[in-house]
C-alpha cells in the first residue's frame, strides 16, 4: 500500500506539471535565462542523447536524475569536459558516496566559459580596448535513497552564479528524481523533474549610471542612478524515461532507451539511444534527439566506454560525438573513478 501511495503521487505531481508545461511552452520560446543548467555532462550519457535517464547512476546521476545516485554504494569521482559551440567551454566536477541506511550524498560543480569579449559603449560602439570574460557557474547538493527494491527518490539544490562584465545574477534551482523497478521483462521508470526555482535577476555595477539632472546647478555633480534588469524564470522540463534490457548472454548486454521531455521553454524532445557492453568492460553506444523546433541543434550521437580495474578501485574513460547543426560537432571527455 506504502508503495502505490508513493506511485500514485508522483504520478500525479508529474502529469499537473507536464500539462502546464505543455501549455505554455511555445508562447514563450527561448525566454528563459540562465541556460548553463541545460548544458549537459558526462560522455557516458551524452553518448545515448541523454535517453539512459533510468540507469544513470552515481555521478551520472547528478546532472541527469537525482534518484541514481543511490543506485551505487560506492564513492565515485567525476570529470567531465565539453567543447560546446561558439567557443563556449564547460568543465565538470561530480562526487558521490554512500551512507548506509541515511542514503547516498553528491557534490558537483559545472563552470562554463565564453572567454574574453570587447567592452563597447554608447559612445565607443567599437570598443574601448578593455576586455571582459563572462562566467557561469552551478555548485549542487544531492541525496537519494532507495525506499524499496523498486522505488528511489532522490533530490538535488542547485546554487547557480551568472557574471557578466559589472553584472551578476544569482539564484537556486531544484531537481526531483523517482526511479521505479517492476521487475517485469527487464523493463524500468524514471521521472525527472528539473530546474525548477524563483526567478532570477541581474544587478550591480555595471547598472549604475551617472547622469545631469536638467535643470540642476551646472556646479554640482552628476546623480548615480541604478537601473533595474528584468527578472527571468529558468528553464524547467520534465522528463519521462523507459529503460529495457533486451539483450543477456554471457558476457554480453545490449540495453535501449527512451525518453519525452517536455520543456517550459523550448518544444518538446524525444530522447532514443542504446548501449552495448562487453564484460562490463567495453562500451558502444548510440542515440538520438528529435524535435519539431525550427532550426534544432542536435541530432545523431556516438560514443563508447572502457573501464580498467586495479584490485578494488574502478577507472572509466568514456567519449561521446554529438551532431550539432550549423556549428562543429560536440565533444564530450569523461573520467571517473570508483572505490
Sequence with gaps: MKRLIIIVAAIALVVSCVDTTVAENAPRLGSAGAHELRLPVSARM???????????????GLFWNPAGIAMSERTE???SHLTYIADINQSYLGAVTHFGSIGSFGLSAKFVTTGDIAVTTEAQPNGTGEMYSPTFSVIGAHWARRFTD???????THYITESIDRARATGVAFDLGFDYDPQWRGLKFAIVMKNYGPDMRFGGEGFSRDVRVPGQDPNSPDKTIRQQSSAFELPSHVKLGLAWEAWQQNRNNM???GAFQSNTFNNDEGHFGGEYSYDGTFFLRAGYTYSDQDAY????????GLVLQWGETDMSFDYAWTETDVFDANQYFTVKVAF
Design 46 to 60: 551524452m553518448g545515448m542523447a541523454g535517453a539512459s535517464l533510468v540507469n544513470a547512476k552515481g555521478t551520472d
Design 77 to 79: 569521482l567525476e570529470f
Design 150 to 156: 523498486r522505488i528511489t527518490f532522490g533530490l538535488s
Design 255 to 257: 540495453m535501449f532507451y
Design 297 to 304: 541543434l542536435y541530432g545523431a550521437t556516438f560514443g563508447g
